[in-house]
């Protein structure tokens, strides 16, 4: 059968519909309704036809620009991670351009030192978004210009991604402290296995809140942010020890305040710098990650050490 006797089946079959529906209907009626309904099918169809041929069986190379330029005309934060084998956010940035070659980035927030060196894979977590391929929260791209090698330090720039993942978020989850209040901390730059301290009684070098022990500055000091994983503080800049560097161990004694007992408990732990940074005019940002945490020897008082 061809394609006119195909059209001229389909309008007798219409035809027959139509009597059926209509049969007050001259012929001539039918005939043209007929056609019309037969005319319009057509059309839907080509319509049908059309879109499916446009559609791509799968995301088009522009999908290199489409999420980075999603990202930055949301305004969305991405994270960036410190390094390949290191999953802790360095630095939170905002996409300020998004081409299919170069990703223009300006920092927002330091958490950590970005360990990642131009030339290298960088990658880059955000808040997760629907593709035609399933959900994504991260793209990996290559590190064109650092804040530190670069021409502004405040700014990253990344060749165009390479790939999009669906990774799990940060271990530990960061809480602001927006009451100083109910947290106190005792700090020591030293390591519990090499110094002779006996913390339990020692004066901090750094204190925050009631373990002011160097007059009105400490009481400046304050804790950021805490998680499972450590915490930030804000410090004073001449209480910071001269021999306080990144990776420097420290020794600290946090107490919280348990809110059903009424009462602040203490909790030891072992750690080391992870970052300094310029913080709020005349104040350091120490970043702290916690490698140890310790219990109290009811007999002998002293402190028993078990690694994170």
Aim: with cysteine; aromatic share 6%.
């Amino acid at each position: 059968m061809n394609l006119q006797e195909l059209l001229s089946s389909a309008e007798e079959q219409f035809e027959r519909l139509i009597a059926l529906l209509l049969p007050d209907a001259s012929p001539d009626q039918l005939r043209m309704i007929g056609g019309t309904l037969l005319g319009l099918s057509a059309l839907i169809l080509l319509f049908i036809g059309l879109r499916l041929l446009r559609r791509p069986r799968h995301n088009p190379p522009s999908t290199r620009t489409g999420i980075p330029r999603t990202l930055q005309h949301k305004g969305a934060v991405v994270d960036m991670l410190a390094g390949p084998d290191d999953e802790s956010v360095a630095v939170r940035c905002v996409i300020t351009a998004a081409k299919s070659n170069k990703i223009q980035c300006e920092i927002i927030e330091r958490l950590d030192v970005l360990r990642t060196k131009p030339g290298h894979d960088l990658v880059c977590v955000f808040a997760p978004m629907k593709t035609r391929k399933g959900r994504i929260n991260s793209f990996t791209a290559t590190l064109m210009e650092s804040d530190r090698a670069g021409r502004e330090t405040d700014r990253l720039v990344l060749a165009g991604p390479t790939d999009y993942a669906l990774i799990p978020r940060r271990k530990h989850q960061r809480k602001r402290v927006a009451d100083q209040q109910f947290i106190r901390v005792k700090l020591w730059t030293a390591s519990p296995q090499d110094s002779d301290l006996t913390f339990e009684d020692a004066a901090p070098q750094i204190g925050v809140n009631s373990f002011a022990t160097d007059g009105p500055g400490q009481g400046a000091n304050a804790v950021i942010n805490i998680s499972d994983g450590g915490l930030g503080l804000s410090v004073l800049n001449r209480l910071v020890p001269e021999t306080c560097t990144v990776s420097t161990p420290v020794v600290i004694n946090l107490f919280m305040f348990n809110f059903r007992e009424k009462t602040f408990k203490p909790y030891w732990y072992a750690g080391e710098v992870r970052t300094l940074e310029d913080g709020r005019p005349g104040f350091t940002r120490m970043g702290i990650a916690f490698t140890a945490t310790a219990r109290a020897d009811g007999d002998s008082g002293r402190l028993h050490w078990i690694a994170l």
